[in-house]
């Protein structure tokens, strides 16, 4: 024997699976939006630096900031930092090789202060697109300072290099840092 249905609840069960289908297709459709902006948010991130990823994961990784997942900038950022402090060394001895140790301390300062290095993140805009939990501020200066030492790190790590990192790190800071580095 069949079970049939009164027609009323049919149509109210009819209903309620096509307003759930509706909202689980806007719920994809946003989704799918907002991994394309992102995606977009990578590509000219890529340019701004002058650096093309091989591996697109590294700098998704380096744009994850630990309250998002445990798959985060942490590792890169030590990295990146690292890389930025050896480039401002490396930068102003080559241009006097006789400077002072205060003067290559004062270059590593600048390189790993986090005011500038937020002021260069936000010039490329890394407050937009860093991957952060709800209730955790992505705008915050040290949150875009791990994230733009993550990148430097992310470049070493894909290119194999920490010149090409350090490379990517003196274009991005030339308009940022003081003389005693550039």
Not at 91 to 119: F, G, M, Q, T
């Amino acid at each position: 024997m069949a079970l049939l249905l009164p027609s009323r609840v049919a149509i109210t069960l009819l209903c309620f699976f096509l307003v759930s289908l509706g909202r689980y297709q806007e719920a994809s459709a946003s989704a799918i939006q907002s991994s394309s902006s992102f995606s977009a948010a990578l590509e000219t991130l890529q340019k701004q630096i002058g650096y093309d990823f091989k591996s697109i994961d590294l700098l998704k990784q380096a744009l994850t900031h630990p309250s998002y997942s445990q798959e985060n900038n942490r590792a890169l950022s030590i990295l990146g930092l690292s890389s930025a402090e050896a480039s401002a060394s490396l930068r102003l001895l080559a241009n006097n090789a006789d400077a002072s140790a205060s003067s290559v301390s004062s270059a590593v300062a600048d390189a790993s202060n986090l005011s500038i290095c937020a002021a260069a993140g936000k010039r490329l805009g890394l407050g937009a697109i860093i991957r952060v939990a709800s209730g955790t501020d992505a705008s915050t200066p040290s949150v875009i300072c791990t994230a733009l030492r993550a990148v430097f790190g992310a470049v070493a790590v894909d290119s194999g290099s920490v010149d090409t990192a350090a490379k990517v790190f003196l274009m991005v800071y030339k308009s940022g840092l003081g003389a005693a580095v550039l």
